[in-house]
């Protein structure tokens, strides 16, 4: 009695824990890109269009206009930045937020949420509890989108900027996302320089390519010098940073001796690169 007991037991033990998996409509998706030196991950579920009327004026439409979207399928989509951002205009706390949207015919509110736990359960939403909205122009696509997509798009050439981007039939959207990692780069810049003369080229460069001291920036790029005198890429630093300072007979001096150090190299880039430069210092 005891053993049929014990399998009775077991079979209803193995019926509570097995259960029948099949694939989500709405697959789950996470995105993850670096803007600047700011992390920027995007977790959500991506439903598909199915043949159905996605956005428009009228309750026939899945997402009606003027009405609070959870911004995806399921609980919702999440945004984490991994430092302070702005979005749009607003100031953005390092953390993880829930995304909403209120979609417009020619514009859609997109609106940064504190409260992560409200999930896709808009019918709680709170607007104290936004930490920013930002109103933007919507775009029409030529070529539709069947499935849901988030995504960080138009980086900056400087990366200090970029754009979530939100598509979805033949809809496009894009809030603007902004970081500021000069105070994160000067204070690594001062730390590591201690570490590893060889950052001092790196510290030089920064500083050069972002409008800062080129007095300081000649320093460092001498520093790194100082250890490998005929590196010819931290020799054509140097004769872009003089050249910055007005000293041109400097610059030319270091980039002729960049150019002959490239040739035995045999590094074509930077023999061009010393040649064009050449040209504005005569």
């Known amino acids: 009695m005891k053993n049929i ?20 409509p709405s697959t789950a998706s996470t995105v993850t890109n ?25 309750a026939d439409f899945l997402t009606p206009y003027g009405k609070l ?8 989509s999440k945004i984490t930045f991994s430092d302070d951002v702005k979005f749009g205009n607003s100031d953005v706390p390092k953390g993880t937020y829930l995304l909403l949207t209120i979609p417009g015919a020619s514009e859609w509110t997109v609106i ?6 409200m999930g896709g359960n808009t019918e709680a939403y709170d607007q104290s509890k936004d930490q920013a909205r930002v109103v933007v122009k ?30 979805w039939e033949n809809t496009s959207v894009k809030a603007p996302i902004t970081v500021d ?33 080129l007095n300081q920036a000649l320093k460092f790029v001498n520093s790194a010098l100082e250890s490998n005198p005929t590196a010819f890429w931290i020799l054509y630093q140097k004769a872009r940073i003089q050249k910055g300072l007005n000293d041109k007979a ?19 880039d930077y023999q061009k690169m010393n040649e064009e430069l050449q040209k504005g210092l005569k």
């Open 5 to 24: 007991l014990a399998i009775a037991l077991l079979a209803v033990g193995f019926v509570a824990q097995a259960q029948v998996q099949t694939p989500q």
């Open 34 to 58: 670096v803007v600047g030196l700011t992390e920027v991950k995007i977790e959500y579920s991506r439903p598909k269009s199915k043949g159905r009327k996605i956005f428009g004026a009228s």
């Open 69 to 76: 979207w959870r911004t995806a399928a399921n609980t919702g």
């Open 112 to 117: 940064l949420y504190k409260d992560v736990a």
């Open 138 to 167: 919507s775009e029409k696509l030529t070529e539709k989108v069947e499935t849901f997509t988030l995504e960080i798009s138009d980086f900056s050439e400087n990366g200090k900027s970029a754009n979530l981007q939100i598509m």
């Open 181 to 213: 990692f000069d105070a994160k780069v000067m204070k690594s810049i001062e730390a590591n320089t201690k570490v590893n003369p060889n950052n001092y080229f790196q510290a030089g460069v920064y500083y050069l390519e972002n409008g800062k001291d």
């Open 250 to 268: 400097g610059a030319l001096a270091s980039s002729k001796l960049s150019l002959e150090e490239s040739i035995k190299a045999k590094n074509a």
